[in-house]
Every structure is written in C-alpha cells, then in structure tokens.
C-alpha cells in the first residue's frame, strides 16, 4: 500500500514561496501521474496540478502561472513550487494521483499571510 507524506509547508507572507514535497516509503516511480490538491477550510478538496510521465502537466486557473509541479529524476519524490502567494493559497496540500487511488495522506499546512 503506498502511503504518502507530504512535508514543505508553513507561514509565509503575501508574495513569498514555499516547495511542496510528496514521497512514500515504497517510492512514486511506478505511479505515471500524480497531482497535487489543497483543502481550504469550509470547501471540497480541489486537484490544482496534474503530471503524467513529466509530458503532461496541469493547472487549475487559480494556481497557473505561479505553482509548478515537478518530479526528480528518480521520480521518488513530487514537488510544487509555490510562488507569488495569496492569502487565498491558504489551505492543507494534498498529494494523490489524479482519481485519488491512494489513502490520503495527512497533507501539509500552509498558510499565507498579508
């Protein structure tokens, strides 16, 4: 069962950056696609990027231009690249494949500040 951990949040001010990082103890390799949601307090968990095999990637509107998704070249690891954040970036992120195939981690929490 892949279990998965992500770590890199935190409190940042209006405009800062922070990276995400996704890993499980039984590696990402063998997973082509994976993504990227946040929950924000009070909605629905929303997927804002998507990768597959490095060659197709995804954004929802709210994060295009400044989140970017990547993997390592081992493919062990996921991350997000946060940049120019809001205080509507405001949420616990959540890594997962694009149906959610896996147990939800315990996300990590970040929280944008102006």
């Known amino acids: 069962q892949v279990q998965l951990v992500e770590s890199g949040g935190g409190f940042v001010q209006a405009g800062g950056s922070l990276i995400l990082s996704c890993s499980a103890a039984?590696?990402?390799?063998?997973?082509?696609?994976m993504a990227w949601y946040r929950q924000s307090p009070g909605k629905q968990r929303e997927l804002i990027a998507a990768?597959?095999?490095?060659?197709?990637?995804n954004y929802a509107d709210s994060v295009k231009g400044r989140f970017t998704i990547s993997r390592d070249n081992s493919k062990k690891t996921l991350f997000l690249v946060m940049n120019s954040l809001k205080p509507e970036d405001t949420a616990v992120y959540y890594c997962?494949?694009?149906?959610?195939?896996?147990?939800w981690g315990q996300g990590t929490q970040v929280t944008v500040v102006s």
């Open positions: 997962n494949t694009p149906q959610s195939r896996y147990p």
């Open positions: 039984s590696g990402l390799s063998r997973i082509n696609t």
């Open positions: 990768m597959q095999r490095e060659t197709t990637i």
